[in-house]
């Protein structure tokens, strides 16, 4: 059974509900590329434009989760880097891993935008508010989201969710601040 597609007054509801945003990594703050040296280490490329959306979520007064399948070093380096405020890797069920933030940090379900683009994704996606993909997402995902962004996964996506919500909620100009100030 296809899903109903979601109106877009229904989804600007969703986003003014938005307290914590909750991510996956490889697919969505990346490109899915996973790079390993010959020394065994691996790295990942993120987008400079989805660390100022965090550094925007975090000033607007919301909190932050990374929910990941894989268990990366240079995941937990970003998320210091970006203060965001719970880091969660190698889980198997993102749709447990929700539920345990959602009872830690005192939330319900309604309040939470998770971003995820693969089949693990889904139970995590089918819980919350407001689930969003990247444009590149599976066909799975991009049909359980109520937004599949403009951005492929890696290309500002973060960005592009936090700003959509930030706008519907009137938070974005004080979030922004002086990035849109006149020049004086």
């Not at 697919?27 to 434009?49: P, Y």
């Not at 970006?82 to 993102?94: F, N, P, S, W, Y």
Request: glycine share 10%; aromatic share 4%.
């Amino acid at each position: 059974m296809a899903s109903q597609p979601v109106r877009p007054a229904d989804v600007e509801a969703r986003c003014a509900r938005i307290d914590i945003l909750a991510v996956d990594v490889d697919g969505v703050m990346t490109d899915g590329r996973i790079i390993v040296d010959d020394l065994g280490v691996e790295s990942k490329n993120f987008h400079v434009r989805d660390g100022l959306g965090f550094a925007l979520w975090h000033k607007a007064g919301k909190t932050s989760a990374i929910l990941s399948g894989r268990s990366a070093p240079v995941v937990e380096r970003r998320a210091a880097e970006l203060r965001i405020g719970r880091v969660v890797q190698g889980i198997a069920d993102k749709g447990e891993a929700l539920r345990a933030l959602l009872a830690e940090s005192g939330a319900t379900a309604d309040r939470v935008c998770y971003i995820g683009d693969d089949l693990i994704d889904l139970p995590a996606m089918r819980a919350v508010g407001l689930a969003c993909c990247p444009a590149d997402a599976v066909e799975e995902a991009r049909a359980a989201a109520h937004v599949t962004t403009v951005a492929t996964g890696g290309s500002g996506v973060i960005r592009e969710v936090v700003e959509r919500i930030l706008k519907a909620q009137g938070l974005w100009h004080d979030a922004c601040g002086p990035y849109l100030a006149p020049a004086t």
